[in-house]
């Protein structure tokens, strides 16, 4: 077999796995410590068992499977923490055990693992947990600072009920890491500072979302900061793995991914629509990929035929 290495440039980058998810641990403390502040020990106690049974999960499929252990690139660490932080903080032990070992041997030990899943490993454990057991999914609990809050009544489902400084600050029901925005955002500012990810999926997923909801009438301001949309866009939706190579292509995928929340919220039966939206568009990514192809900064000249 004759190998063929092509012309400079050659892209490098300085950052490897382990970095990546390192930063992206860091830019999910301010909503660790926002679901904590909200909701108490309950949520610190789903945060562990979440992340410990992601990491020892995949750690124990590696061995059975005799694969290099690669825990320490700490991916399993982020798909238990952002697992967790999409669990309503007062949900059974148990959701967060069967969602991890879902996440990691499921969706992506059997796939080949980091790289190798076509969804995104925490999105598709949160969509088997509540297919599953709706009940525990949403039970949401009043946070602990707010004694006005309606147990069970998110702003998705009482839209009027919260103004928009709760929305923001996450005095609100709903998943742990979703209800407080200041929290995402600073963790979105650590990631973009970081260049750990682009812009280019969030402000797509957010813009798409306020256009479309605006057009069938609804409020777009309550649309980006209610549910899980915010949170999502930034840690979920941007999943190195399942989202489109190229700018242009991440800002189709965002865009597709706002036009699906709102078309589920709008006329499907259930209010939240940003866990299957995502994970639609991750299959279409693929599609995406292929149609939307990435600059090319180097190949071989053809050879020229000679004559005679």
Known sequence: MNLHMSPAPHVHSPQDTRALMLNVIIALIPCVIAGVWY????????????????????????????????????????TGLILALNLPPRAPWWLAVVGGLFAVIVVKGLFGGLGGNFMNPALAARALLLASWAKYMTAWSAPQAAADAVAGATPLANPAGYSLT???????????????????????????????????????????TLVFSAIVGA???????????????????????????????QLIYGCCIGLLIVLIRTF?????GVTYAILLMNVATPVIDHFIRRRVYGHEKEAKPQNG
Request: glycine content about 10%.
């Open 39 to 78: 909701f108490g020990f309950s949520a610190v106690a789903l945060i562990l068992v979440s992340v410990l049974t992601a990491v020892l999960g995949e750690l124990i499929w590696q061995k059975l499977t005799g694969q290099r252990v690669k825990v320490g690139d700490l991916s399993a660490a982020v």
């Open 166 to 208: 709760q929305l923001f600050m996450g005095n609100i029901p709903g998943s742990m890491g979703e209800t407080c925005k200041l929290a995402i955002l600073i963790g979105l500012a650590f990631l973009l500072v970081t260049k750990t990810i682009t812009w280019h999926v969030p402000v797509a997923m957010v813009v798409s």
């Open 219 to 249: 409020n777009p301001v309550n649309a980006v900061l209610s549910g899980g949309m915010l949170f999502a866009a930034v840690f979920m939706a941007t999943d190195y793995v399942t989202c489109p190579m190229s700018e242009k292509g």
């Open 268 to 272: 499907g039966s259930y209010p939240e």
